[in-house]
């Protein structure tokens, strides 16, 4: 074999030995293919930041209320508090509610708050499959005391899979058939609510 072929042959065997190696990093349980989450919307303005933003509705095919899902930290060194969140170009309300009690959305100088999920705050779209489309990307708009208006597009998603956890806590009844309407039967019980109370991004709305 001429010495140009041996050399060939040497950096091809190289070659496949890099890829082999770079191959086996990636496997097991800890791979990061394997660690891989859906995008959310994110943004940051002055000393706040606003990740993990998702618009979740009803699973498929049901009809209710929606959710605003958003984790949002605050850097700063004055709390922050969240005043309002409106979707533009829509008129539907969205309704706010603390993790606990009746008062404002606050979110603590160094510290964070979690809309959506099963114990922390919510931001619920009342009218939700009116107002938004499952597929698509809805424009949100978070006012806060301090830093004023932050806008950003968030996608739309179903309360499924990964996001059933941070959708909408309760879920409307089936819808009677013609049958047992005229029957009288009941189509069968309400569902039972869902695990969260107002959905970003779990704590996986609130991944850091």
Do not use: W, Y
């Not at 660690?35 to 606003?50: F, M, S, Y």
């Not at 933003?53 to 958003?70: F, Y």
């Not at 969260?196 to 850091?208: I, Q, V």
């Amino acid at each position: 074999m001429s010495r140009s072929l041996r050399h060939g042959a040497l950096a091809a065997t190289a070659i496949v030995f890099s890829i082999a190696s770079l191959s086996a990093c990636a496997a097991g349980n800890d791979a990061p293919t394997l660690q891989v989450r859906p995008d959310n919307a994110a943004t940051a303005v002055d000393q706040l930041k606003i990740q993990n933003v998702n618009v979740i509705t009803q699973p498929e095919g049901a009809e209710g209320p929606a959710v605003v899902a958003a984790t949002l930290f605050n850097d700063g060194t004055k709390k922050e508090t969240l005043e309002s969140v409106t979707l533009p170009g829509s008129s539907t309300p969205v309704k706010l509610t603390p993790a606990k009690g009746n008062g404002p959305i606050e979110v603590p100088a160094g510290g964070r708050v979690i809309l959506g999920g099963k114990g922390n705050a919510s931001a619920v779209i009342e009218n939700g499959h009116e107002a938004v489309q499952a597929g698509g990307v809805q424009a949100v708009a978070f006012t806060f005391s301090e830093t004023g208006e932050v806008s950003l597009g968030a996608t739309v998603v179903p309360a499924e899979h990964f996001f059933k956890a941070f959708g909408p806590s309760a879920l409307p009844s089936p819808k009677p058939s013609a049958s047992e309407s005229s029957s009288g039967t009941p189509s069968g019980e309400a569902t039972e609510p869902g695990a969260g109370t107002g959905a970003g991004a779990g704590e996986a709305a609130g991944t850091e």
